[in-house]
């Protein structure tokens, strides 16, 4: 089968590679119809976090199940699935609370040896996925792969920021990083109940996207943007912020700032390494710091209804389709902020 294998820093090769094979009995193999270039494996494409050279990358993905070990119950060759990009096992103490992403097995395809066994990615023709029927959940045939694809991993995760972030009807939620993660956040908080959304990004096309969905926009080259979020709320600040940016501790500091007094912070950027937080102002105004890496099996339930029912259409937000071939070519495009939400058609 051909495979996106990652070699080093920007060094992506599309290769044949030997077909995955069942390996226990709770496995199914899933020939990908649709994958995403996620904001992480950009992070593994330009080299801050590092895979095994010649593994397979790619993590968000819809496809077709291709076979089933014998131990797999509730899936057959020829379902439509998505694939949680989170692996679980469904029975260990968080998996049964609902906690799928402290699973005790927890996985994630394609970032390499993170989490013990190096599980190859879904920018590929066959994929194998373990705990499968936990793992995927049934789409119906009629829903195009571009409005479920991002149900795997991106849209649950912008999803986990808002409704853990405690969103009530009418808060104002402001996004730090319009991504595609910030894109979704800010849609998810619009079907429930935000009376306004203010994106900030440098990014005027980003923010032109923004505006298409109905948001204010601030970019944060132009303007003070904690000034303007605070003219924006009689000088509060926002009831919620999303901060979708990750990686520094200027931006945590900046999403805190941007927080009212008693609000909440929900962070869905990715991190790393530790940093010194403003405690003091945090204890002093009471806002509540919260952390989230979205949940693919605990909200798909609950996203595939707003789904079906047209209440969110994540493939406004698609930019770029390109083949499996042309993969390379879509992560330079997303790296260089050309494209905003890039899909791979294997
Ligand atoms: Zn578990």
């Not at 496995?27 to 992070?43: N, Q």
């Not at 895979?51 to 990358?57: F, L, T, V």
């Not at 969103?167 to 730090?176: C, E, Q, Y």
């Amino acid at each position: 089968m051909k495979a996106l294998k990652w070699y080093g820093p920007y060094d992506l090769r599309v290769e044949e590679s030997e077909e995955p094979r069942i390996v226990n009995e709770t496995d199914a193999l899933v020939r990908p119809t649709l994958a995403g270039i996620c904001g992480t494996d950009l992070h593994i494409y330009k080299g801050y976090l590092q895979i095994i050279p010649g593994n397979i990358i790619g993590h968000e993905f819809v496809g077709i199940v291709e076979e089933v070990g014998k131990g797999v119950k509730e899936f057959s060759k020829g379902d439509k699935v998505v694939v949680s990009c989170w692996v679980a096992d469904g029975k260990c103490w968080y998996c049964k609370r609902g906690y799928y992403t402290q699973c005790v097995n927890i996985n994630i395809f394609g970032i390499g040896p993170l989490y013990g066994e190096a599980l190859q990615g879904a920018h590929a023709e066959l994929v194998r996925v373990p705990y499968a029927d936990v793992m995927l959940y049934k789409i119906p045939e009629n829903i195009p792969d571009e409005k479920v694809v991002m149900l795997s991993d991106g849209l649950p995760a912008g999803y986990a920021g808002i409704v853990e972030g405690g969103i009530k009807a009418g808060d104002i939620v402001t996004i730090l990083g319009f991504g595609p993660i910030g894109a979704v956040a800010g849609m998810c908080a619009k079907i429930l109940g935000a009376s306004l959304i203010i994106a900030i990004d440098v990014i005027e096309e980003r923010l032109k996207i923004a505006r298409e969905l109905g948001f204010k926009t601030l970019n944060a080259k132009e303007v003070d943007v904690a000034e303007e979020v605070r003219n924006l709320t009689d000088g509060r600040g926002a009831d919620l912020v999303i901060e979708a940016i990750g990686g520094s501790e200027e931006v945590l500091r900046k999403a805190i700032e941007l927080a009212r007094r008693k609000g909440t912070v929900s962070v869905l950027g990715f991190h790393v390494h530790d940093y010194n937080l403003p405690a003091g102002q945090l204890w002093i105004s009471e806002k509540r710091l919260i952390f989230s890496i979205g949940d693919p099996i605990r909200y798909r339930y609950e996203l595939l209804e707003l789904i079906k029912n047209d209440r969110i259409d994540i493939s406004k937000i698609i930019t770029h389709k390109v083949s499996l071939n042309e993969a390379p070519k879509g992560f330079e495009l997303f790296d260089k902020k050309v494209a905003f939400k890039v899909v791979i058609k294997p």
